[in-house]
């Protein structure tokens, strides 16, 4: 022998060949060829020395894609470690183990592509179509019912306030109150309604009516021969900020405010007859895009995590969990003190696996965010993708952008590096 | 004579469209094509159809890629790679003017010029040229000027198709009383709300001007730019008018607003392919529930027609490729299409009862009549940075201003701001 | 995986007890009967997106876009086999789905094989420069795939790979090995000192000591690889799309030529991935039961 034994160059090498032929060709030649052409303009030709990079960091969609890959990083693999770290334990335990294991892994199956569909539909703001929406909805509408006239207004001398429609003009007694409203079909005016019709207010006393000004041909503010009026509709009498009088409109749509003979009051409708129907949240909008693309990656990513740690979690030897036990420590604190140690290698490739994912993703903000959103969902490889591509694509920015994502995530790799040579020695 | 001739070849194509046994010269039966293009699904099928005749014809087979929205990228790593397809149908006229440039792609051959100038309007001619020479032609084009409506909705008010654009806002104000929404905005796809600018620029502010903006040569904060945004404030600005969620809405989803069940809303504007949404979605039938009318004039504008489409174009000069591009010039591959619906071209010696129902011969004589009136999608006509990328350019700064129609300013110093990014390349 | 921690010491070899008699124990302190409930409820939420998902591709478009898949259970008639039935009878589909194993096989074993091959001499054989070695090839696992696309469509240009099978397979190798060797390293160097170095005391070459103490012992690692892999292979869409050609595209592309372009797709989109999923679990299962194999076989004397 030449050398000491596993001290050998010369024997690493038909090891080591093959991978980093192929390695070099193809992904260390381009991250080359882009650090190169980072350092050009768009075309190519100029060289621009570090004008990309100045530019990318002055990019406020580049800002906000840092600020969002800063919350990936800091919340989606923590979460997907620890959930799956604690459903890996715990599946250890049960006997459908693999099946457990088969449902999670799943979402992994689906390309994500497909996921990403997935969860727009599962977002989608529609209750009719989106599952989140549906059951939002379904839960508030059993706790507050519905009005009865959603989206319903008067058609005009009426102001929108918090409480409901305030009349632009005061009433006082003798006077008679006509309120149109628009917004809402004929079709769907509830059976009893009758015909419209002007009351006629005696002394002391404020009638109205209000019914619905939609008809074909009819004439605006006037009570066409079809129109009917609107029961069921509650009417106050305001007068210095306190309801003094409160009502209900008949089927005729018609209303009384029977004693009403100091000064004049204000008439206001509430609100409750006319607010639309909740219709859940705005999942896909600017503020709670982020957290739901992150929710969907969770829902993949937890299967990668629950295999590799199961794998890890199989290769612990049962001696050391027994010799735990045998010596009195309770199951949490065999889980703290023996079991996580032996995992930690798994747990730190599963999480810095994670992180580089996270760094690096795309598909998903890509497919869930609808176009209105993307920039504020942006993240830096979507916009490393919308630099580079396209006609007029600036590949020496995009470039720069990929060089920067490398660099952002060396310290985690020299980390990860670092450690191992510390347990080795 | 020569329609005899027509007629002729109009039998050959159909006998041959149905796979049979090749009729024609066979001129260069073992030689194969290699065409790249965006259509998938049925409109693949279509156009193999028509890929098939041209095998019939000529002997040479013909191999389709579908690309999809990935078209530039694949493109791009085709000619990169050494191994571009003879012929590819591009929709954006900025990209085929990025490969003339580079010098991927070949100027069209004599004979093709002549049958582009021969069946087509001279200003179909001037999209397919870059820097004066002739590179491309139309080959499936779409009407972007179509206002569709549905006719249960229209008929509820007794409304007719509006003419002008204030006949336009008061017949939105009279549905909206009914409490339907009266238009469905796509929003959370930029590219529609751009179709609705270019229309109403292209009525404001006349043909001219429209040229000027396409190529950047007047500015965004043009008065001109400001009168457009104005008039689309007035229907965008009023809430009670368009849809709620428009931002979150997706084109297709707009169109089902529309005429699916229930309906929450009376008109959606695009073009012609939302006929295709119609039939696939929705169980309303087009020409009798879905009917369009033509985009309205602005303040007294003349018949215009904002026009898309699909452009042929070469990267190699062989004699095959020459013959295929002569074939999609002529009007009867077009015709073979045209009888399977979907399918709208600019060519005016295809005969309008080509078109398989009223609807589609509508809105292709409307092309055709309108001869050099007719402007192309100016968002295609961008660099793909401002006007073809999802969330950035001109598609966020529109969206923004659907968010906040009251910004004109604002939005029109945003757009400026953009374009001089994009253009100024 | 290291198997040394600070409290505990293990001691090679060790035959390892029978799990059986364990989890029993464990099972009744733990009080199995929760545990059990709470991983129900967990599988179910997540099975909902996939449930929605194949209640999908079992109903007509129009259905789909006009109400929720929930509402199947009102109108069970609603359901429908047409978009299976449409797409299995596709030759492309079926063309590009024997396609997806030309490419996915080959792509999972040799990634398998030369990180495996690699790590262990990252791990176990010492070398100059083998820290700087290290990271550099772990740290181009941060490489975005759409950086690469030009400059490798450049190269397979010249060399005539572009738009073959073998292209993809290549593509989809180089960019599997960094994860692959930053796994099976941080495996191997996990593996106790001394199994190793009792091998080199016996005079046994690398090769042998890589073959038969390295590999067995590697199996859940290599099981686990194998799996994720395969599967991100079979699911890619964008190298596929740049770098096969029609004849060679695998199901990801064909699918997508059957999407309707301004149309929605839910029908298409929910038949196609559940057909395509199942080969991916498919391997899952096949391979997830090496997990089970725990504890080192003896192996020293």
């Not at chain 3, 090679?12 to 029993?24: E, M, T």
Request: aromatic share 10%; hydrophobic share 50%; with cysteine.
């Amino acid at each position: 022998m030449d050398a000491a034994p596993g001290r050998s160059p010369r024997q690493a090498i038909p090891f080591l060949l093959p991978a980093l032929v192929v390695l070099a060709a193809l992904v260390l030649y381009p991250l080359v060829f882009s650090l190169i052409r980072s350092f050009f303009d768009a075309s190519g030709e100029q060289f621009v020395g570090l004008r990309n990079y100045v530019d990318t960091f002055t990019d406020p969609r580049t800002l906000t894609a840092f600020r969002n890959n800063v919350i990936w990083v800091v919340v989606a693999p923590a979460a997907v470690t620890g959930i799956g770290l604690v459903l890996a334990v715990l599946t250890e335990r049960i006997r459908w183990a693999t099946a457990f294991r088969l449902v999670l892994f799943m979402p992994m199956a689906i390309s994500l592509f497909a996921s990403g569909i997935i969860f727009r539909l599962v977002y989608e703001e529609a209750p009719n179509q989106g599952v989140v929406n549906a059951v939002l909805v379904g839960v508030h509408d059993v706790f507050s019912p519905s009005s009865n006239y959603p989206g319903a207004r008067p058609r005009d001398g009426y102001t929108a306030t918090e409480a409901g429609f305030t009349a632009n003009a005061p009433a006082r007694a003798g006077d008679t109150i006509m309120v149109p409203l628009v917004g809402f079909s004929p079709q769907q005016v509830p059976a009893p309604a009758l015909p419209a019709s002007v009351p006629q207010a005696g002394q002391g006393e404020l009638r109205g009516v209000v019914w619905l000004d939609v008809s074909v041909g009819g004439k605006a503010g006037r009570i066409d021969p079809t129109e009917r009026g609107l029961p069921g509709v509650a009417v106050e009498a305001v007068r210095d900020g306190q309801v003094v009088a409160r009502t209900t409109t008949g089927d005729d749509g018609r209303f009384t405010f029977p004693d009403l003979t100091r000064g004049e009051v204000v008439v206001r409708l509430p609100s409750s007859s006319f607010t639309l129907p909740f219709r859940g949240l705005t999942w896909l909008g600017p503020s709670l895009i982020t957290p739901v693309i992150i929710s969907s990656w969770i829902w993949i990513m937890t299967g990668f995590a629950i295999t590799f740690i199961a794998a890890g979690l199989s290769a612990i030897p049962r001696d050391a969990l027994e010799a735990a036990r045998v010596d009195g420590a309770t199951e949490w604190q065999v889980f703290r003190r023996v079991t996580i140690p032996l995992l930690s290698p798994v747990l730190l490739v599963v999480f810095v696996t994670l992180v580089i994912n996270v760094l690096k993703i795309f598909e998903l903000v890509f497919v869930i965010a609808p176009g209105s959103v993307q920039s504020e969902a942006n993240v830096l490889a979507l916009q490393m993708w919308q630099v580079s591509f396209g006609t007029g694509g600036d590949q020496g920015a995009g470039s720069a952008l990929a060089v920067i994502l490398f660099l952002l995530v060396a310290p985690a790799m020299l980390f990860n590096i670092r450690r191992f040579r510390r347990e080795r020695s | 004579m020569r329609k005899q001739w027509i007629a002729l070849l109009a039998l050959t194509a159909a006998a041959c469209s149905g796979g049979a046994a090749g009729t024609g010269s066979q001129e260069f039966k073992g030689q194969s094509v290699e065409v790249v293009g965006p259509w998938t699904g049925d409109e693949q099928k279509s156009f193999e159809k028509v890929m098939a005749a041209f095998t019939s014809k000529t002997g040479a087979e013909v191999k389709y890629t579908p690309a999809g929205d990935e078209l530039p990228t694949v493109l791009q790593t085709r000619i990169s790679g050494g191994t571009p397809p003879n012929v590819a149908l591009v929709a954006q006229p900025g990209l085929v003017a990025q490969f003339a440039r580079a010098g991927s792609l070949k100027p069209v051959n004599a004979e093709v010029e002549k049958a582009v100038t021969e069946h087509n309007a001279a200003v179909w001619k001037k999209f397919g040229s870059v820097d004066g020479k002739l590179y491309g032609f139309t080959f499936k084009t779409a009407n972007k000027s179509a206002f569709w409506y549905s006719d249960k909705a229209f008929q509820q008010v007794g409304a007719t198709p509006p003419a002008t654009w204030d006949d336009l806002v008061k017949t939105s104000k009279a549905i909206s009383e009914t409490g339907l929404a009266a238009v469905a905005v796509g929003g959370a796809d930029g590219w529609t709300l751009t179709d609705w600018f270019e229309n109403v620029y292209l009525r404001t502010a006349g043909p001219d001007n429209y040229d000027k903006l396409a190529k950047h040569e007047i500015a965004w904060t043009d008065p001109t730019v400001r009168k457009a945004l104005e008039e689309l404030a007035k229907l965008w600005g009023d809430s009670t008018l368009i849809a709620s969620g428009a931002l979150q809405t997706e084109f297709p989803k707009s169109v089902i607003n529309v005429f699916g069940e229930p309906p929450s809303a009376a008109m959606v504007f695009e073009a012609d392919f939302v006929a295709s949404v119609i039939s696939t979605n929705t169980k309303a039938k087009v020409g009798q529930d879905a009917k369009f009318f033509p985009f309205p004039s602005v303040a007294g504008s003349k018949d215009a027609v904002v026009a898309g489409g699909d452009m042929a174009v070469q990267f190699k000069d062989d004699k095959v490729t020459t013959e295929l591009m002569k074939f999609l010039a002529s009007p009867e591959s077009g015709q073979i299409w045209a009888e399977l619906g979907g399918f709208l071209s600019p060519n005016k010696d295809i005969k309008p009862t080509a078109y398989p129902d009223d609807v589609t011969q509508d809105l292709a004589k409307r092309i055709v009549d309108a001869g050099d009136n007719v402007r192309f999608d100016m968002s295609d006509l961008a660099p793909a940075a401002f006007g073809g990328t999802k969330g950035a350019g001109e598609w966020k700064d529109l969206q923004d201003f659907l968010a906040d129609p009251g910004n004109v300013d604002g939005i029109m110093q945003r757009l400026e701001a953009d374009a001089a990014k994009a253009y100024g390349k | 995986m290291t198997l040394v921690a600070d409290e505990v010491r293990i001691e090679v070899p060790v035959s390892g007890a029978p799990r059986r008699g364990v989890l029993s124990r464990l099972a009744s302190r733990l009080g199995n009967g929760f545990v059990q409930l709470v991983l129900a409820l967990v599988a179910l939420f997540w099975l909902v997106p996939v449930f929605g998902l194949l209640i999908a591709s079992l109903r007509d478009e129009s259905a789909n876009t006009a109400s929720g898949w929930w509402t199947v259970f009102t109108k069970p008639t609603e359901l429908t086999l047409a978009n299976y039935a449409e797409l299995v009878a596709n030759r492309t589909v079926w063309q590009s789905f024997l396609n997806t194993f030309y490419i996915a096989v080959p792509a999972t074993i040799l990634v398998v094989v030369m990180a495996a091959l690699a790590s262990y001499a990252l791990s176990w054989i010492e070398f100059p420069g083998r820290e700087g070695l290290t990271v550099l090839v772990v740290g181009l696992l941060v490489m975005p795939i759409q950086v690469a696309l030009i400059p490798v469509a450049k190269l397979f240009g010249a060399i005539g790979l572009f738009g073959t099978i073998t292209g993809v397979v290549l593509f989809h190798v180089a960019f599997g090995l960094p994860f692959a060797i930053f796994l099976l390293r941080n495996f191997f160097t996990g593996i106790p000192r001394d199994l190793i170095e009792a091998a080199r005391m016996d005079g046994a070459t690398e090769w042998v000591i890589f073959k038969r103490v390295v590999l067995p012992v590697a199996k859940p690692a290599i099981a686990s690889l194998t799996i994720f892999q395969f599967l991100w292979v079979w699911n890619d869409l964008l190298v596929a799309l740049v770098f096969a050609d029609q004849d060679s595209a695998p199901i990801t592309v064909a699918l997508r030529a059957q999407l309707r372009q301004f149309g929605t797709n839910i029908d298409t989109l929910a038949t196609g991935a559940f057909l395509s999923m199942i080969v991916p679990l498919a391997v899952f299962l096949v391979f997830q039961k090496y997990f089970v194999q725990g504890v080192l076989a003896g192996s020293t004397k």
